[in-house]
């Protein structure tokens, strides 16, 4: 199955939000105009390739995640007066709902589905060349949605978590000089959304996944000329 076909299937399962679904790179990507600040607008002139080459990643080497519409760029947390920004990135996961995870208490849902992906998207963000020298990154954002267990198939509920940290504190955790508890504690903001309101901080724990890295989509044929790495 290529990307096409599997895309098609999440659509269906994402049905009322199929617009953030799978968005191809000149939706996934925040344009420049929509950007408030000249710092904002420099950063996205600067990284695009970057950006681009980021997505890319994502499309090819994870099939089964997608990038919602604006996913990728430089945001703010909501709220703050300071023009800080973090390299952002907002999936969406075709997690299934039944079974073990849906049985799982919400801090547990969220904490593995945290330790799962975010993880690795924090991974692939600090890694983006320049981003540590550049003084006008302030940190990384990773947004995490996916369906809502017992919510209506045909109508699906998202559950969303969505975390900001500073580069110093997530490069720490990422090379293991801070515990995961302290860099949570440290992250910026930290929120959760039910899919009718924003719950706020929840008591979320990370542990070691290797899903990312080592799960292949059965039957899944990668674009020829592409390598993940």
Not at 82 to 107: E, N
Request: glycine share 8%.
């Amino acid at each position: 199955m290529r990307r096409g076909g599997i895309a098609a299937v999440v659509a269906i399962l994402l049905v009322g939000r199929s617009a953030t679904a799978f968005a191809a790179p000149e939706d996934a990507i925040t344009p420049i105009s929509q950007y408030t600040t000249a710092k904002a607008k420099s950063l996205a002139v600067t990284y695009q390739n970057e950006l681009v080459q980021f997505y890319d990643h994502v499309y090819h080497c994870l099939p089964w995640v997608g990038v919602v519409k604006n996913g990728i760029g430089f945001r703010q947390p909501q709220g703050t007066a300071a023009d800080d920004r973090y390299l952002s990135v907002w999936i969406a996961i075709d997690q299934r709902t039944d079974g073990p995870f849906g049985q799982l208490p919400l801090d547990r849902r969220v904490s593995a589905m945290f330790s799962r992906y975010g993880v690795p998207m924090l991974r692939r963000l600090a890694a983006m060349p320049g981003m540590e020298s550049d003084p006008d990154v302030y940190g990384f954002s990773v947004a995490v949605e996916w369906i809502k267990p017992g919510s209506d198939p045909n109508r699906p509920t998202m559950e969303i978590l969505a975390m900001f940290a500073d580069q110093q504190s997530t490069r720490a955790y990422l090379g293991n000089t801070l515990p995961a508890k302290e860099f949570v504690d440290k992250m910026k903001k930290l929120t959760f959304f039910d899919g009718e309101r924003e719950v706020g901080r929840l008591p979320i724990e990370v542990w070691e996944d290797n899903f990312v890295a080592t799960y292949k989509v059965p039957g899944y044929e990668m674009e020829k000329g592409k390598v993940c790495s």
